[in-house]
């Protein structure tokens, strides 16, 4: 898995910043300070307050809607200092590449990334949370939108079916990203 370094580059990638995006509108995290249920919080470290909203009880907060009990594993593990914009991105991620996923976000297969999140996100569509799911148009006409303000391209073809082009552009991606390692 990568570096915190590594992280920090990879996170500004166009296909990476419209896939954090796409994960953020779908989860509800309207801005770094979101609370699960709607509300806001305020400060640098994760809230870690249970919330009830509907049938459900989550300490879920900020952009990307981190349980307290993943946000803690990954800013441990990753010495990251606190719950700020640039951290959150980061644990992001990272929770994309412990879901094995991301070789497939650099190659630009958003859907194929959704489709082996499993239950990482609950909102995504092929969550396996049992909770309300955005459905899978609205979730890529979302993503292919924000690809575009980025000035990265419309990629989402499925891993077995990608381009040379794609495979080349991920496999420059993954050079860089080791070349940082020295």
Known sequence: MPSRSEYEQIVNLAQVRAALDTIAWAEGGRS??????????S???????????????STAAGRYQFLYRTWIEIKNRLGLPDFTARYQDIAAVDLIAQRGQLSKLLAGDFEGVMK???????????????????????????????IGVYGGHNANVPASMASVSTVAIAAGVLIFVLLLRD
Do not use: E
């Open 116 to 146: 082996g999140l499993g239950c990482a996100w609950a909102a995504l569509p092929y969550a396996t949370c049992g909770q309300t799911r955005r459905p899978l148009d609205q979730t890529m006409n979302y993503y292919r939108s924000a």
């Open 43 to 57: 400060g640098s470290q994760h809230p870690n307050r249970a919330i009830t909203a509907g049938s459900y009880t």
């Open 32 to 41: 770094y300070f979101t609370l699960y249920g709607g509300g806001s919080f």
